[in-house]
T-cell receptor, first 115, second 113 residues
Framework: AQTVTQSQPEMSVQEAETVTLSCTYD???????LFWYKQPPSRQMILVIRQEAYKQQNATENRFSVNFQKAAKSFSLKISDSQLGDAAMYFCAYRGSGGAQKLVFGQGTRLTINP | KAGVTQTPRYLIKTRGQQVTLSCSPISGHRSVSWYQQTPGQGLQFLFEYFSETQRNKGNFPGRFSGRQFSNSRSEMNVSTLELGDSALYLC????????????FGQGTRLTVV
């Protein structure tokens, strides 16, 4: 079975600085998808960024980028120019290939932004 | 375009009762998945429905069941509620293909007393 591990229960960063959230996963599949979701106090999960395992290029979405190391099974999220609105729980998630939509989540990292 | 709608938002039930939660997916989405979120266990996959068929199931007892209607709306039912069933139940919808992403609703907060 696939597992996802986030080793940082909490992180904090000063506004406008850069922070990196860590995620490792375990799978025997060669093709899969990885995601970072954000869950603010409103509880709604919001997709931040996604990465297809077959793509070597790291995904980027504005201030959010990932460092995808397939051999090391590592998938970290970098947030640049942190803003107060970035404060939330961040979840790393894995989904296998094919059409099935089952997501396996890590335990989450609570990110605090200090003004 | 309307998002994923879950009803009700909050629910309080007594041990032994049963409960039904509803999820209306984004228009055109045929896949609906359900997740349970608790402080201790985190986010756990319950099941996925695609075109009215259960396509995948998580490791939950048979008290947890679901169904999907022809309009893709889904319901989740929990029978004989236990205190440990208190959780945030999240629904996610997607088109259902390999390259699609899941969109989540705001969840239903269930409290069992």
């Amino acid at each position: 079975a696939q597992t996802v591990t986030q080793s940082q229960p909490e992180m904090s960063v000063q506004e406008a600085e850069t922070v990196t959230l860590s995620c490792t996963y375990d799978t025997s599949e060669s093709d899969y998808y990885l995601f970072w979701y954000k869950q603010p106090p409103s509880r709604q999960m919001i997709l931040v960024i996604r990465q297809e395992a077959y793509k070597q290029q790291n995904a980027t979405e504005n201030r959010f980028s990932v460092n995808f190391q397939k051999a090391a099974k590592s998938f970290s999220l970098k947030i640049s120019d942190s803003q107060l609105g970035d404060a939330a729980m961040y979840f790393c998630a894995y989904r296998g290939s094919g059409g099935a939509q089952k997501l396996v989540f890590g335990q989450g990292t609570r990110l605090t932004i200090n003004p | 375009k309307a998002g994923v709608t879950q009803t009700p938002r909050y629910l309080i039930k007594t041990r032994g009762q049963q409960v039904t939660l509803s999820c209306s997916p984004i228009s055109g989405h045929r896949s609906v998945s359900w997740y349970q979120q608790t402080p201790g266990q985190g986010l756990q996959f319950l099941f996925e429905y695609f075109s009215e068929t259960q396509r995948n199931k998580g490791n939950f007892p048979g008290r947890f069941s679901g169904r999907q209607f022809s309009n893709s709306r889904s319901e989740m039912n929990v029978s004989t509620l236990e205190l440990g069933d208190s959780a945030l139940y999240l629904c996610a919808s997607s088109l259902g293909g390999s390259f699609t992403e899941a969109f989540f609703g705001q969840g239903t907060r269930l409290t069992v007393v």
